[in-house]
DNA sequence: CCAACACTGAAGTGATCACTTAAGTATTGC
DNA sequence: GCAATACTTAAGTGATCACTTCAGTGTTGG
């Protein structure tokens, strides 16, 4: 059980992505894996953590579905999941629009009725 | 010191906003939020943990510049800010406009030397 | 005035995170 | 064959996270 004594939910595939989006390295290694596809000591040269951190960032990568890897020979090849970023930019514009909605029609009422006053936030 | 023995870095903007909605309760406080401004109790009720916790959720919410707030008598009000989320978004468009570039350019390789096989990653 | 209300702040706890080191296991070039 | 290469796995550590409880503080309706 969970601090809060109650069941443990499953993460949701958003919370794997923007968890996995929310390091820097793992940015970075997003950044550089959509310029093509690299090896895991590729990933590793830019940054100044052990090969075996690199590897553990890697894992979050996957485990959120952004990333694919695949092992030939001894080096493991890994590459971005190009579909993978929609879901984390679907759920984004659905706010952006809804807020932009939201705005419009508040604009409108105050356009509707110029003599309200300003400062009200409902 | 972190365990690297490196100087800490402060957060980036954008590891604050992925970070902050990496929680499925602070997206569903987001989502609440896109429809209107809320107060901290009207935010607290679909939830069954504390007020203080999420008291706690809003705070990251704040400081990831998502949402705002001002207090009136013993009401604080919250509301998004709309811009903020552009942010990430930007960040991911980037990299979604950058990897369909490269796939174009990796078919229109592959329509220019139809003899080549596939199953290379380079 | 005073009780109910709407938070606020501090302290504590167990889980998870971001690393580390150390010791493996397959591959490959020579 | 054998050393160098490219990871892989396990265990450990301190920091941060997501909560909790409890004890305030300021506000307001009656």
Redesign the interface.
């Known amino acids: 059980m969970n601090p ?1 004594g ?1 069941p443990i ?1 499953p993460p ?1 595939p ?2 794997l992505m ?2 996995a ?4 390295a793992r ?1 970075g290694m ?2 550089r894996l ?4 690299a090896s895991v000591s590729e990933l590793a040269a830019p940054y ?2 052990s090969l075996s951190a690199v590897v553990q960032h890697l894992q979050v990568l996957e485990a959120s579905g952004l990333v694919a890897s695949q092992k030939v020979g001894r080096v493991r ?1 890994c ?2 999941r ?1 579909g993978a ?2 879901l ?2 679907q ?3 659905a ?2 629009t ?3 909605r ?2 419009d029609r508040l604009g409108q009422y105050l356009a509707d009725h110029p003599e309200d006053e300003e400062g009200d ?2």
């Open positions: 809060a109650r939910a949701e958003l919370d923007f968890q989006l929310a390091d820097p940015r997003v950044e959509t310029l093509g596809p100044a953590m090849t590459q971005i190009p970023l929609s984390a930019e759920w984004i514009s706010r952006r809804e807020w932009e939201r705005l936030l409902r």
